[in-house]
């Protein structure tokens, strides 16, 4: 089992209200320790934006979400995913210190995957059990072929990495290639600094980069289609 971790703190003892300030260990470590002596794969993110560009590239079975994050909240997190084919289907555990978790989590469930709220301070044993439930709700039965990508015109064969417009192969580079698998799967468009996270793993490129193969990606998509299928959003784009 994978296991995405997207957390801030978690405390190390069982469910001790008293503990000090001290027994709060970076939750990352100390979950991975957990869970991989458990039996679980564990990868670890500390942004929305990694969280997409992991749950995407690693498809883990369950995704324990914290929904304070430093770029996005988790709901925006969950939206993205919920949005993504290859993703929508991935058992979301909110992790939260809030008060009214009842409500939060009737909220999420309603609208995203979320299974389950893990309240703060964490007890692990607790949390071993809530993932193993979580893992177990998972649907495998996703009908149709979700390694195909279908959007208007343009068709995408992620296994064999094969893009046909209008029925015509069109050859692109790997990160083009990527950038049209990644606007595909979203409905309402991706920032650039999201295409960034998810394409280039991280912010060591620049975002003029971004803009450059999106450049070359919508001329290469009008040569083959005779449209501009690849269309500026507010604060993005978004593939018609």
């Known amino acids: 089992m994978v296991v995405l971790l997207i957390s801030l703190i978690i405390l190390a003892a069982t469910g001790d209200s008293k503990a000090k300030e001290s027994e709060y260990v970076d939750s990352s470590k100390l979950q991975a320790i957990f869970l991989n002596t458990a039996g679980h794969e564990c990868q670890s993110a500390e942004t929305g934006e990694q969280t997409l560009a992991m749950a995407f590239r690693h498809n883990p079975d369950v995704i324990l979400l914290d929904l304070r994050l430093g770029d996005m909240s988790g709901f925006q997190v969950m939206k ?73 015109a343009v068709r995408i064969d992620l296994r064999r990495r094969e893009v046909l417009v209008g029925g015509a192969p069109l050859k692109l580079g790997p990160k083009r290639f990527e950038i049209l698998c990644a606007l595909a799967r979203s409905r309402d468009g991706l920032s650039g600094r999201m295409l960034r996270a998810l394409v280039w793993g991280g912010d060591a490129e620049s975002l003029n980069t971004v803009v450059k193969t999106i450049t070359r990606l919508r001329r290469d998509l009008l040569r083959a289609s005779g449209q501009d299928l690849v269309v500026p959003v507010a604060g993005g784009y978004k593939l018609q």
């Open 80 to 152: 993205f995913l919920s949005h993504n084919a290859l993703t929508s289907s991935i058992p979301i555990l909110i992790l939260t210190g809030e008060p009214a978790a009842e409500d939060l989590l009737r909220d999420a469930a309603s609208n995203f995957n979320a299974k389950a709220y893990i309240r703060k301070p964490v007890d692990l044993v607790e949390l071993l059990s809530a993932i193993k439930s979580a893992a177990g709700s998972r649907k495998t039965d996703v009908p149709g072929q979700p390694w195909m990508i279908q959007r208007g």
